[in-house]
């Protein structure tokens, strides 16, 4: 996937991904191929392939650069970072209900964990006291149970309140729900 500067390049980026997720919103991801996203964003194969390489490319893209998660940097209060990042997931996937229900009903919600677990790395407050190979370990862990909480609230129509899905986060962190 491009990550350079150009101008262009981001620009055609950008109406790819568009184009993209207007297709998605009208078809299953099954259904959407790269000459119909071409046509769709006005673009060449040749511009699709040097900056995508992938339709799974486009939805990593759409998850980092529009919809992605960002634990904050600091705890924003005085509590503890668990209890931080349950607050913030839930608000996020309350606030990015729509796009995530276009990943999982087409059976894309995995794509969501390397993100998840990019954001994990980039927080500097996340497992700060770990050992680097720990943190990763849990990193992994916290990105894979994230992706599965999305889908699980998506799948039961997302109908938990903000408060509620927080608390239910919180309490897997804790282990109460073992």
């Known amino acids: 996937m491009y990550t350079g500067s150009n101008k262009t390049a981001l620009s055609s980026q950008e109406q790819i991904a568009d184009a993209f997720v207007r297709l998605l919103r009208e ?3 099954v259904n959407i191929s790269i000459s119909a996203v071409c ?3 006005g673009t ?3 511009t699709f392939y040097s900056l995508f390489e992938s339709r799974e490319n486009i939805i990593l893209y759409e998850l980092s650069k529009k919809h992605s998660f960002q634990p904050a940097d600091t705890c924003p209060c005085n509590c ?7 607050g913030e997931y839930s608000s996020y996937i309350a606030e990015k209900q729509e796009f995530l229900s276009l990943l999982v009903k087409n059976d894309l919600i995995y794509l969501m964990h ?3 677990f990019d954001a994990f790395m980039g927080c500097s407050f996340f497992c700060e006291d770990l050992p680097e190979r ?6 992994e862990f916290m990105a894979g149970g994230l992706a599965g909480i999305a889908k699980t609230y998506i ?3 997302c109908t938990l309140s903000r408060r509620e899905l927080e608390q239910i986060i919180y309490k897997l962190f804790q282990g109460e729900l073992f």
């Open 80 to 86: 503890t970072p668990l209890k931080a990042i349950a």
């Open 27 to 29: 078809n299953s991801y």
């Open 134 to 139: 720990e943190r990763t370990f849990a990193a």
């Open 114 to 116: 390397q993100c998840l």
């Open 155 to 157: 799948l039961d129509g």
């Open 39 to 41: 046509k769709e964003a």
């Open 44 to 46: 060449s194969r040749q």
